[in-house]
Protein backbone atom coordinates (compact mmCIF):
# COMPACT_ATOMS: atom_id res chain seq x y z
CA UNK A 1 0.00 0.00 0.00
CA UNK A 2 1.51 3.50 -0.75
CA UNK A 3 0.27 6.72 1.00
CA UNK A 4 1.24 10.05 -0.16
CA UNK A 5 2.03 13.28 1.81
CA UNK A 6 2.97 16.63 1.22
CA UNK A 7 4.16 20.12 2.87
CA UNK A 8 3.17 23.52 0.96
CA UNK A 9 3.91 26.80 2.28
CA UNK A 10 0.69 28.64 0.72
CA UNK A 11 1.75 32.39 0.88
CA UNK A 12 -0.56 34.89 2.82
CA UNK A 13 -3.38 32.80 2.68
CA UNK A 14 -6.38 34.76 2.81
CA UNK A 15 -9.68 35.56 1.99
CA UNK A 16 -10.19 39.09 -0.46
CA UNK A 17 -10.69 42.67 1.28
CA UNK A 18 -9.17 42.08 4.38
CA UNK A 19 -5.46 44.18 5.49
CA UNK A 20 -3.09 41.97 5.11
CA UNK A 21 0.04 42.77 7.35
CA UNK A 22 0.68 46.38 6.45
CA UNK A 23 -0.98 46.13 2.92
CA UNK A 24 -4.55 46.28 1.79
CA UNK A 25 -4.91 42.49 1.10
CA UNK A 26 -6.37 40.71 -2.01
CA UNK A 27 -9.03 42.13 -4.31
CA UNK A 28 -11.89 39.60 -4.93
CA UNK A 29 -10.18 38.99 -8.49
CA UNK A 30 -6.90 38.45 -6.96
CA UNK A 31 -8.13 35.73 -4.69
CA UNK A 32 -10.26 33.97 -6.91
CA UNK A 33 -6.55 33.42 -9.06
CA UNK A 34 -4.78 32.44 -6.02
CA UNK A 35 -7.58 30.00 -4.88
CA UNK A 36 -7.86 28.76 -8.12
CA UNK A 37 -3.89 28.24 -8.76
CA UNK A 38 -3.41 26.97 -5.27
CA UNK A 39 -6.72 23.83 -6.02
CA UNK A 40 -4.74 23.41 -9.14
CA UNK A 41 -1.06 22.98 -6.88
CA UNK A 42 -3.17 20.69 -4.95
CA UNK A 43 -4.31 18.71 -7.46
CA UNK A 44 -0.83 18.34 -8.85
CA UNK A 45 0.30 17.06 -5.62
CA UNK A 46 -1.73 14.17 -5.59
CA UNK A 47 -1.38 13.49 -1.93
CA UNK A 48 -3.48 12.05 0.85
CA UNK A 49 -2.27 14.34 3.19
CA UNK A 50 -1.14 18.22 2.58
CA UNK A 51 0.44 19.90 5.34
CA UNK A 52 0.25 23.89 4.99
CA UNK A 53 1.64 26.87 6.28
CA UNK A 54 0.92 30.42 5.98
CA UNK A 55 -2.90 30.29 6.40
CA UNK A 56 -4.61 33.58 7.30
CA UNK A 57 -8.33 32.23 6.75
CA UNK A 58 -9.85 28.54 7.48
CA UNK A 59 -12.03 29.56 5.75
CA UNK A 60 -10.18 30.40 2.64
CA UNK A 61 -8.52 26.83 3.04
CA UNK A 62 -11.47 25.30 3.22
CA UNK A 63 -13.39 27.22 -0.17
CA UNK A 64 -9.69 25.98 -2.33
CA UNK A 65 -10.06 22.34 -0.94
CA UNK A 66 -13.47 22.24 -2.09
CA UNK A 67 -12.35 23.58 -5.51
CA UNK A 68 -9.77 20.87 -5.71
CA UNK A 69 -10.12 17.52 -7.88
CA UNK A 70 -7.36 15.49 -5.55
CA UNK A 71 -8.49 16.94 -1.60
CA UNK A 72 -12.43 17.82 -2.47
CA UNK A 73 -13.39 14.72 -0.22
CA UNK A 74 -11.15 15.69 2.62
CA UNK A 75 -11.40 13.55 5.78
CA UNK A 76 -9.81 16.44 7.74
CA UNK A 77 -9.48 20.32 7.03
CA UNK A 78 -8.27 22.24 9.68
CA UNK A 79 -6.34 25.88 10.30
CA UNK A 80 -7.19 25.83 14.21
CA UNK A 81 -7.76 29.48 15.19
CA UNK A 82 -6.59 31.59 11.95
CA UNK A 83 -9.99 32.97 11.43
CA UNK A 84 -9.84 34.36 15.19
CA UNK A 85 -9.61 38.43 14.61
CA UNK A 86 -7.40 38.68 17.14
CA UNK A 87 -4.47 36.76 15.63
CA UNK A 88 -1.62 38.73 12.80
CA UNK A 89 0.08 35.92 12.12
CA UNK A 90 -0.29 32.97 9.69
CA UNK A 91 -1.49 29.43 11.09
CA UNK A 92 -0.62 26.00 10.03
CA UNK A 93 -3.00 23.69 8.76
CA UNK A 94 -3.99 20.48 7.45
CA UNK A 95 -5.84 18.53 4.75
CA UNK A 96 -6.01 14.85 5.13
CA UNK A 97 -7.99 12.04 3.13
CA UNK A 98 -6.72 9.85 5.74
CA UNK A 99 -8.45 9.56 9.30
CA UNK A 100 -6.98 12.47 11.55
CA UNK A 101 -7.61 12.07 15.58
CA UNK A 102 -6.32 14.12 18.95
CA UNK A 103 -5.85 17.04 16.85
CA UNK A 104 -4.27 20.33 18.71
CA UNK A 105 -2.61 23.48 18.26
CA UNK A 106 -0.05 23.90 20.53
CA UNK A 107 0.74 27.67 21.38
CA UNK A 108 2.44 27.45 24.54
CA UNK A 109 6.01 25.97 24.60
CA UNK A 110 6.31 22.86 26.91
CA UNK A 111 8.50 24.57 29.17
CA UNK A 112 9.64 28.42 28.55
CA UNK A 113 13.07 28.94 26.72
CA UNK A 114 15.52 30.29 29.52
CA UNK A 115 16.21 32.74 27.27
CA UNK A 116 15.65 36.66 27.54
CA UNK A 117 15.67 38.42 23.55
CA UNK A 118 17.51 41.41 23.82
CA UNK A 119 15.27 44.55 23.72
CA UNK A 120 15.91 48.35 22.12
CA UNK A 121 17.38 50.41 25.46
CA UNK A 122 17.55 53.36 22.97
CA UNK A 123 13.40 53.37 22.85
CA UNK A 124 13.23 51.97 26.61
CA UNK A 125 12.10 48.04 25.79
CA UNK A 126 13.75 46.20 28.22
CA UNK A 127 14.89 42.45 27.72
CA UNK A 128 12.10 39.95 27.12
CA UNK A 129 11.13 36.48 27.63
CA UNK A 130 9.73 34.01 24.73
CA UNK A 131 7.48 31.15 25.56
CA UNK A 132 4.96 30.79 22.77
CA UNK A 133 5.32 30.02 19.33
CA UNK A 134 5.05 32.42 16.96
CA UNK A 135 2.96 30.01 14.63
CA UNK A 136 1.50 27.34 16.79
CA UNK A 137 2.24 23.66 16.25
CA UNK A 138 -0.54 21.71 14.84
CA UNK A 139 -0.42 18.07 16.43
CA UNK A 140 -2.66 14.59 15.55
CA UNK A 141 -2.63 10.88 15.12
CA UNK A 142 -3.00 9.83 11.20
CA UNK A 143 -4.13 6.57 10.22
CA UNK A 144 -2.21 6.14 7.23
CA UNK A 145 -3.89 2.32 7.06
CA UNK A 146 -7.16 0.69 8.15
CA UNK A 147 -5.03 -1.13 10.96
CA UNK A 148 -3.48 0.14 13.81
CA UNK A 149 -0.54 -1.06 12.82
CA UNK A 150 -0.04 2.51 10.14
CA UNK A 151 -0.87 4.97 12.65
CA UNK A 152 1.25 7.59 13.44
CA UNK A 153 2.04 10.78 15.15
CA UNK A 154 2.45 13.59 12.97
CA UNK A 155 3.36 17.33 13.72
CA UNK A 156 3.08 20.28 11.27
CA UNK A 157 4.98 23.51 11.87
CA UNK A 158 6.13 26.42 11.04
CA UNK A 159 9.37 27.72 12.54
CA UNK A 160 9.94 31.62 13.11
CA UNK A 161 11.21 33.27 9.56
CA UNK A 162 14.89 35.01 8.80
CA UNK A 163 13.22 38.42 8.55
CA UNK A 164 14.74 40.56 11.00
CA UNK A 165 12.24 41.22 14.65
CA UNK A 166 11.77 44.76 14.77
CA UNK A 167 10.56 46.22 18.07
CA UNK A 168 8.35 49.13 18.49
CA UNK A 169 6.39 50.86 21.21
CA UNK A 170 2.80 51.15 21.96
CA UNK A 171 2.79 55.02 20.10
CA UNK A 172 4.66 52.88 17.27
CA UNK A 173 8.09 53.82 17.61
CA UNK A 174 10.32 51.64 16.25
CA UNK A 175 13.35 50.43 15.34
CA UNK A 176 15.63 51.87 12.79
CA UNK A 177 16.73 49.32 10.88
CA UNK A 178 18.89 51.18 8.54
CA UNK A 179 21.13 51.24 11.23
CA UNK A 180 23.25 48.11 10.58
CA UNK A 181 23.88 47.83 14.40
CA UNK A 182 20.59 48.15 14.96
CA UNK A 183 19.16 45.73 12.19
CA UNK A 184 21.88 43.03 13.45
CA UNK A 185 20.42 42.80 16.97
CA UNK A 186 16.78 42.48 14.98
CA UNK A 187 18.32 39.11 13.42
CA UNK A 188 19.73 38.30 16.50
CA UNK A 189 16.57 38.15 17.82
CA UNK A 190 14.81 35.96 14.77
CA UNK A 191 17.66 33.64 14.99
CA UNK A 192 17.15 32.93 18.93
CA UNK A 193 13.43 32.91 18.50
CA UNK A 194 13.83 30.20 15.80
CA UNK A 195 16.38 28.22 18.19
CA UNK A 196 13.52 28.28 20.87
CA UNK A 197 11.10 27.14 18.90
CA UNK A 198 13.32 24.42 17.63
CA UNK A 199 13.87 23.07 21.31
CA UNK A 200 10.64 22.99 22.25
CA UNK A 201 9.64 21.37 19.17
CA UNK A 202 12.11 18.95 20.24
CA UNK A 203 10.77 18.91 23.60
CA UNK A 204 7.25 17.83 22.36
CA UNK A 205 8.85 15.13 20.42
CA UNK A 206 10.56 13.26 22.13
CA UNK A 207 7.47 12.57 24.17
CA UNK A 208 6.06 10.57 21.17
CA UNK A 209 9.84 9.60 20.12
CA UNK A 210 11.36 7.78 23.60
CA UNK A 211 10.33 4.50 24.28
CA UNK A 212 7.61 4.06 21.82
CA UNK A 213 7.33 2.39 18.20
CA UNK A 214 4.75 4.62 17.30
CA UNK A 215 5.71 6.34 13.87
CA UNK A 216 6.40 9.98 13.90
CA UNK A 217 6.42 12.37 11.00
CA UNK A 218 7.01 16.12 11.12
CA UNK A 219 6.22 18.39 8.30
CA UNK A 220 6.45 22.25 7.40
CA UNK A 221 8.62 25.16 6.66
CA UNK A 222 11.77 25.27 9.14
CA UNK A 223 12.98 28.56 7.89
CA UNK A 224 16.54 26.98 7.92
CA UNK A 225 18.12 23.84 5.76
CA UNK A 226 18.55 20.49 6.36
CA UNK A 227 22.17 20.80 8.21
CA UNK A 228 21.43 23.80 10.26
CA UNK A 229 22.06 23.92 14.21
CA UNK A 230 17.94 24.45 14.32
CA UNK A 231 17.01 22.25 11.98
CA UNK A 232 19.28 19.65 13.64
CA UNK A 233 17.99 20.41 17.59
CA UNK A 234 14.92 19.03 15.67
CA UNK A 235 16.21 15.71 14.12
CA UNK A 236 18.67 14.97 17.32
CA UNK A 237 21.01 14.42 14.21
CA UNK A 238 23.52 16.47 16.02
CA UNK A 239 23.57 13.68 19.06
CA UNK A 240 26.25 10.59 19.19
CA UNK A 241 25.43 8.50 16.04
CA UNK A 242 24.51 5.19 17.71
CA UNK A 243 22.30 2.68 16.97
CA UNK A 244 20.63 2.33 20.65
CA UNK A 245 19.29 6.09 20.25
CA UNK A 246 17.55 5.50 17.12
CA UNK A 247 14.35 5.80 18.45
CA UNK A 248 15.80 9.63 19.94
CA UNK A 249 16.02 10.38 15.94
CA UNK A 250 14.47 12.03 12.97
CA UNK A 251 15.48 11.74 9.40
CA UNK A 252 15.28 13.57 6.27
CA UNK A 253 12.75 11.84 3.71
CA UNK A 254 14.89 12.35 1.02
CA UNK A 255 17.70 10.66 2.48
CA UNK A 256 15.78 7.44 2.93
CA UNK A 257 14.25 7.44 -0.07
CA UNK A 258 14.93 4.33 -2.32
CA UNK A 259 17.96 3.85 -4.30
CA UNK A 260 17.14 4.43 -7.74
CA UNK A 261 13.49 6.22 -7.24
CA UNK A 262 11.28 6.90 -9.23
CA UNK A 263 11.02 10.23 -8.46
CA UNK A 264 8.80 12.65 -11.13
CA UNK A 265 10.57 15.97 -9.41
CA UNK A 266 13.80 15.02 -8.18
CA UNK A 267 15.31 18.68 -8.31
CA UNK A 268 15.60 19.51 -4.33
CA UNK A 269 14.73 23.22 -3.61
CA UNK A 270 11.85 24.72 -2.13
CA UNK A 271 13.00 28.34 -2.17
CA UNK A 272 14.74 30.55 -4.09
CA UNK A 273 16.30 33.33 -1.60
CA UNK A 274 19.09 36.20 -3.22
CA UNK A 275 19.28 34.11 -6.69
CA UNK A 276 19.99 31.18 -4.99
CA UNK A 277 18.06 27.61 -4.43
CA UNK A 278 17.84 26.15 -0.95
CA UNK A 279 15.40 23.83 0.61
CA UNK A 280 13.83 25.51 4.11
CA UNK A 281 10.53 23.33 4.59
CA UNK A 282 11.13 19.43 5.25
CA UNK A 283 9.68 15.98 6.02
CA UNK A 284 10.97 14.39 8.22
CA UNK A 285 10.50 10.54 9.89
CA UNK A 286 11.33 8.51 12.28
CA UNK A 287 12.99 5.04 12.64
CA UNK A 288 9.79 3.21 11.74
CA UNK A 289 10.40 4.46 7.92
CA UNK A 290 13.98 2.85 7.96
CA UNK A 291 14.60 0.55 5.25
CA UNK A 292 15.22 -2.72 6.96
CA UNK A 293 14.49 -1.29 10.64
CA UNK A 294 13.79 -3.08 13.48
CA UNK A 295 10.67 -1.50 14.11
CA UNK A 296 9.71 -0.61 10.69
CA UNK A 297 6.52 -0.14 9.17
CA UNK A 298 7.10 1.03 5.54
CA UNK A 299 9.88 3.09 3.66
CA UNK A 300 9.94 6.21 1.32
CA UNK A 301 9.76 4.99 -2.49
CA UNK A 302 10.38 8.52 -3.48
CA UNK A 303 10.60 12.13 -2.58
CA UNK A 304 9.50 14.92 -5.18
CA UNK A 305 9.73 18.45 -5.51
CA UNK A 306 7.16 20.82 -7.19
CA UNK A 307 9.01 24.30 -7.90
CA UNK A 308 9.00 25.80 -11.45
CA UNK A 309 6.31 27.94 -10.38
CA UNK A 310 9.21 29.46 -8.11
CA UNK A 311 11.08 31.37 -11.52
CA UNK A 312 7.38 33.48 -12.33
CA UNK A 313 8.06 35.42 -8.57
CA UNK A 314 3.54 35.71 -9.25
CA UNK A 315 2.55 37.31 -6.10
CA UNK A 316 -0.33 34.97 -6.37
CA UNK A 317 1.50 31.99 -6.43
CA UNK A 318 3.60 31.00 -4.10
CA UNK A 319 7.00 32.10 -3.03
CA UNK A 320 7.65 28.31 -1.92
CA UNK A 321 7.77 24.92 -3.41
CA UNK A 322 6.03 21.85 -1.94
CA UNK A 323 7.78 18.31 -1.11
CA UNK A 324 6.09 15.11 -1.46
CA UNK A 325 6.94 11.99 -0.08
CA UNK A 326 5.78 8.74 -1.50
CA UNK A 327 5.85 5.94 1.57
CA UNK A 328 5.29 2.01 0.86
CA UNK A 329 3.38 0.58 3.85
CA UNK A 330 4.13 -3.18 4.45
Known sequence: MRRRIASFNLLNFDLPDRPLYDGDGYSKAAFRRKLDWTAQMFDRLSSDLVAVQEVFSEAALRETVARSHALRDAAFVAAPHADDPQ???????LISRLPVSDAESIRHMPSPAPILLPGAPELGLADYPIDEFSRPVLRATIALSDNDAHRARLYVVHLKS?????????DGVGEDLDDPAIESRAHLRALMIRAAEASALRQLLLEDLLHSNTPVI???DFNDHADAMTTEMIT????ARRRSRRDHQLWHAVS????????LHPVGYTKIHAGEPDSIDHVLLSEEFLRGGKHAIGEVV??????????????????HGAIRVTLELF
Open 87 to 93: NHLPRVG
Open 162 to 170: RRPKRLQRP
Open 218 to 220: VMG
Open 236 to 239: GRHL
Open 256 to 263: LQRPGSAA
Open 302 to 319: AVDYFNDHLNDADPLQSD
